[in-house]
């Protein structure tokens, strides 16, 4: 998957301020990935039932501690506007806490939940399920995003928009030259709000954001959902499990009709939700601050490595959520990619 040995890499740009354009070089020294590995201590790559189940009950536990408070105390409040700000701090910290919860699903997608697979699916699934996230689906192409992470062709979740592409008149844009509006804030504004709302929608409906050759066989647009077991985003050999996650996502949606025929779909959605979107906004945020940034590049075909690619991403730290909430993967990205 790596390269073997330390490769050097050679990057011009113009230097700032220069009169004669003078290109200032700069040599990157990628080490090999064994190298890397073995700077890191062995009990990192340890994981336990014990305590990769503990952070699931605590996570769990407050979830749930969460949801009996608002449900039992919130639709006693009379002032209405005091009411609607109270539903809308639920969301937001149920959000953040089953955002948690999501990110120890991602983990049992990786394998790092538990030495035993089979563990780690059976729980992957029934939080992901939970979630409304397709776990076999979303694992096998978010692999693919590790295994080619910053490859412009071929990686599955992140790759930026090149010259070409931004030149090219879309009816999303009016079929109009998109640097004539880009820094409008209203438009950014528009386009921020999209982003966080449906980002992670449109990325399982239609892949986007996916490299032009991430898919594994031949498949029109509307033929590459995560949700669809014959999905060019898949293998043949992957359909079964593509079915079983759509198995999971048909009994939530069950449970949550039921739900609803009890308490309401208003109650439905102020409890869970609400919580829904927020995870995913959180989600769509970490993915774009993960792998945006003025100096992070992204390689083509010809000069990408795996190593090159893994350590194209970026830690962010986001105080005591992230280490506490969000069980570190804001704060620890890099070598998440290098060993997931």
């Given at each position: 998957m790596a390269a073997t040995a330390t490769t050097t890499e050679t990057r011009s740009r113009k230097a700032n301020g220069s009169a004669n354009g003078v290109l200032k070089t700069k040599v990157v020294e990628y080490p090999d990935i064994q190298t890397i590995r073995d700077a890191i201590p062995a009990h990192c790559f340890e994981p336990t039932v014990l305590h990769s189940m503990a952070y699931v009950f605590r996570d769990l536990i407050m979830a749930g501690a969460l949801g009996w408070a608002a449900f039992t105390y919130i639709p006693q409040i009379n002032d209405s506007i005091v009411r609607g700000l109270a539903w809308a701090l639920y969301g937001y910290l149920q959000g953040l806490v089953l955002t948690g919860v999501w990110i120890l699903a991602h983990e049992a997608g990786h394998g790092a939940f538990s030495k035993h697979q089979n563990f780690n699916d059976v729980v992957g699934w029934v939080l992901h399920s939970a979630l409304m996230v397709p776990y076999f689906s979303w694992k096998f192409s978010h692999h693919r995003h590790h295994r080619f992470t910053g490859h412009m062709e071929k990686d599955m979740a992140f790759v930026p928009a090149t010259k070409e592409d931004r030149q090219k008149r879309r009816l999303a844009d009016l079929y109009l030259d998109r640097e004539l509006f880009e820094d409008v804030p209203i438009v950014q504004l528009v386009k921020l709000i999209l982003h966080q709302l449906a980002g992670?929608?449109?990325?399982?409906?239609?892949?986007?954001?996916?490299?032009?050759?991430?898919?594994?066989?031949?498949?029109?647009?509307?033929?590459?959902?995560?949700?669809?077991?014959?999905?060019?985003?898949?293998?043949?050999?992957?359909?079964?499990?593509?079915?079983?996650?759509?198995?999971?996502?048909?009994?939530?949606?069950?449970?949550?009709?039921?739900?609803?025929?009890?308490?309401?779909?208003?109650?439905v959605f102020l409890m869970y939700g609400q919580a829904y979107f927020w995870v995913h906004h959180w989600l769509v945020a970490i993915t774009y601050l993960h792998h945006t940034h003025p100096d992070v590049p992204h390689f083509d075909a010809e000069n990408w490595t795996f190593v090159k690619g893994a350590l194209a991403t970026v830690d962010r730290d986001f105080g005591f959520v992230g280490r506490h909430l969000f069980h570190g993967i804001i704060d620890t990205h890099v070598v998440h990619h290098l060993f997931p």
């Open positions: 992670w929608q449109m990325y399982l409906l239609f892949n986007a954001t996916a490299g032009p050759a991430s898919k594994q066989r031949e498949g029109g647009w509307l033929r590459v959902s995560h949700f669809e077991p014959t999905s060019a985003v898949f293998r043949p050999s992957e359909a079964l499990y593509v079915f079983i996650t759509d198995v999971g996502l048909a009994i939530v949606g069950y449970c949550l009709y039921l739900a609803s025929t009890v308490v309401g779909w208003k109650m």
